[in-house]
């Protein structure tokens, strides 16, 4: 941590909530502030209406019950945002804690329950003037099966190719276009807020176990199936692709928040979609890397979507339990 006065931040702007800052640090997407006032987060946006855009959702969530997140602070104006030579600033206290170790059963249960919650309490919102939601897991699984006739030899290969664009195929028969329009529906007359972010740095948990949101500078609106997509596939991967900590997560989750068809149809499309092997196969259209390269990063691209596969077979009962 620097001990200098800081340079980069505008103290003019920070006295507006009375802040001395003594030393700073950037922690992720935001600035750790030592102050007079205690440890403080700073986030700073490029307009006002981004951070107006952050910091709505915090309270819609804070009103419905969820508060285990940053609460904004008012300067002494009454405002919870100000403009400053970078951007515009906002200020909450600083929540210390650690990522949760999603690979063990406990941890990961006390994740999707953190979500439920938030999803729950998102409901109903509703911004105007939001992108329309959109299934980038159906543009994506589309994109690779535009790379069906390329042109690549060897059994490998082959074999890695059609193990890939099965799991295309199967995103596109889960995301029908009357399951898209289901969703579409759903989220225009019920609103709510999908993270979309790494939840591996977004959730947080402190030394008392309290699990905390920290990380609202992505959310879009969306169902909430997306972000438990993202914390299985981090269970997955932390715990070695064995399906205990996953399992107990997904349980709690729908416990808490049971989901309708079109949701647990999307959850599953974006554990299978194959995105790392269609991220290769772009790059070598685009020169990005030679033959060489390509084949290396493909076979573990390949492992990895193989072991996912296996996973994905234990989750999927559980998933669809007493629906199909």
């Not at 897991?137 to 994109?143: I, M, V, W």
């Not at 579409?184 to 309290?210: M, N, T, Y």
């Not at 790392?276 to 030679?290: A, C, I, N, T, V």
């Amino acid at each position: 941590m620097s001990n200098k006065k800081p340079q980069l931040l505008d103290g003019m702007a920070l006295r507006q909530w009375r802040l001395k800052v003594k030393a700073f640090r950037r922690r992720g997407k935001v600035f750790y502030l030592e102050s007079n006032r205690g440890a403080k987060a700073l986030h700073i946006t490029a307009s006002e209406e981004e951070s107006k855009r952050r910091l709505s959702a915090v309270e819609h969530l804070a009103r419905g019950g969820f508060t285990s997140l940053p609460r904004p602070i008012l300067n002494r104006f009454g405002d919870s945002c100000s403009r400053a030579f970078n951007g515009y600033y906002s200020i909450s206290d600083w929540i210390e804690g650690r990522p949760l170790r999603l690979g063990e059963a406990n941890e990961a249960v006390l994740a999707a329950r953190s979500l439920a919650s938030l999803h729950t309490a998102s409901q109903g919102f509703m911004p105007r003037g939001e992108p329309f939601f959109r299934l980038p897991a159906r543009e994506t699984a589309s994109a690779m099966l535009a790379y069906r006739n390329m042109s690549l030899a060897g059994p490998r290969w082959r074999e890695g190719l059609s193990f890939v664009y099965a799991q295309a195929a199967a995103v596109l028969r889960l995301l029908t276009p009357a399951t898209e329009q289901k969703l579409k529906q759903r989220v225009s007359q019920e609103g709510g807020i999908c993270l979309s972010a790494d939840l591996s740095k977004a959730l947080r948990i402190d030394e008392e176990g309290h699990v905390f949101a920290l990380d609202f500078g992505e959310w879009q609106p969306g169902p909430g199936a997306v972000d438990v997509a993202e914390l299985l596939l981090h269970c997955g991967e932390q715990g070695a692709w064995r399906s205990a900590a996953s399992c107990s997560a997904l349980e709690e989750y729908l416990l808490l928040r049971p989901l309708p068809d079109e949701e647990r149809d999307l959850l599953l499309a974006a554990l299978i979609l194959p995105y790392e092997p269609l991220m290769l196969l772009r790059g070598f259209g685009g020169g990005q890397f030679d033959m060489g390269e390509l084949e290396t990063r493909w076979q573990a691209a390949c492992g990895y979507e193989k072991s996912k596969m296996t996973w994905i077979e234990g989750l999927a009962p559980l998933l669809y339990r007493g629906k199909r």
